[in-house]
């Protein structure tokens, strides 16, 4: 008798499968697996994100300074409709409209490391449960500042959550929030006696583009101020920036911290180039989710060996050096302890 598929079979599976993960092609190259046997554990197993949460908490190097980032990926489906889940929205990736399913993701962050690590996820079904990417953000955010009590202090967004009351709901819970801005959103820097104008037609100086200016976003309360930065991304281009924190006075270190989100990126290409985030073709949505659930497990595992492979070449790199200078500096002194006697 074939003993059943396990959880870790699966994550094994999609770590060594470079291009089909299909049932059929894990069940013609698991030993103990049959396509029968595999739809059973598919239908019966459930990976939550609480269970991927259990797995990685372990693994975090905590620090005061961390950042949570929140962003979400259009997993690509461009086979058919009849796959739950599946639905008409904009990828930023591709720049256009596709069908697939969207993801909403957060990460914790260790600047001091420049570590990061899967926090949560939540499935975009608008169609089911009705609730918006921006309120999967807020129902992510609000458990982790109360009930993980994870210590961080500064949010991460795109230009997509940059909301009024996104960021409202991030000072409540007595954090920095970091984004970009869209060049038509419309703010004031006179003290009320100009109009709102758009961010990118705003005039700046070489002191303001250094250390930024407190300034006034249309829509939010009359007496919110923000620190509003324009960075320069590229020869042709150029950001407007936005945090609450108003002690914040340096365009370069607003950069800086804005730069951590690019740590998202990093994560959904992992997921889709090593473990094939997008490539399951199950029809219903416990059998999609599942596949999404053990990408995140088996990444989680793949990062988990790399840091500490990466710090035991470290330590070892620095033993190596250690010995060699001290070995040197003992050459060097015998060396002069014997001309001078």
């Not at 990976?47 to 690509?76: E, H, K, Y």
């Not at 002690?247 to 290409?269: P, V, Y």
């Amino acid at each position: 008798m074939k003993a059943p598929v396990t959880r870790l079979d699966d994550c094994q599976y999609l770590l060594v499968s470079q291009r089909n993960d299909t049932l059929t092609h894990f069940a013609a190259h698991g030993e103990q697996c049959s396509h029968d046997a595999l739809n059973r554990y598919l239908r019966g197993e459930r990976i939550t994100p609480r269970l991927v949460w259990d797995n990685v908490r372990g693994q975090l190097v905590l620090t005061p300074r961390g950042s949570g980032l929140f962003d979400d990926t259009v997993l690509a489906k461009h086979g058919s409709f009849a796959i739950a889940l599946v639905r008409r929205q904009s990828s930023g990736n591709a720049n256009a409209v596709l069908k697939g399913m969207g993801v909403v993701t957060c990460v914790y962050v260790n600047p001091e490391t420049a570590q990061f690590w899967l926090r949560d996820y939540r499935i975009y079904e608008l169609d089911g449960d009705g609730t918006s990417k921006r309120e999967h953000v807020h129902e992510m955010l609000s458990p982790i500042v109360y009930q993980k009590a994870l210590p961080f202090q500064a949010v991460l967004m795109d230009t997509w959550y940059a909301t009024k009351e996104l960021m409202l709901s991030i000072e409540l819970f007595k954090k920095f929030s970091y984004c970009p801005l869209q060049d038509n959103r419309q703010g004031e820097d006179s003290g009320d006696r100009q109009p709102y104008r758009r961010v990118d037609a705003r005039d700046w100086s070489a002191d303001e583009l250094e250390y930024g200016k407190g300034s006034k976003i249309k829509g939010f309360p009359k007496e919110h101020k923000v620190q509003l930065f324009r960075g320069v991304v590229s020869t042709h281009r150029t950001d407007s920036m936005v945090t609450n924190e108003l002690t914040q006075h340096s365009t370069e270190a607003t950069q800086e911290a804005c730069g951590f989100r690019w740590k998202m990126e990093q994560l959904h290409r992992e997921g889709q180039q090593v473990t094939g985030l997008e490539r399951c073709q199950c029809r219903t949505a416990r059998m999609q989710r599942h596949p999404i659930g053990c990408v995140y497990l088996s990444g989680a595992g793949l990062r988990n060996a790399r840091h500490k492979l990466v710090a035991r070449w470290i330590n070892a790199n620095t033993a190596y050096w250690i010995i060699t200078l001290f070995s040197s500096s003992r050459n060097h002194l015998s060396g002069w302890f014997l001309r001078k006697s």
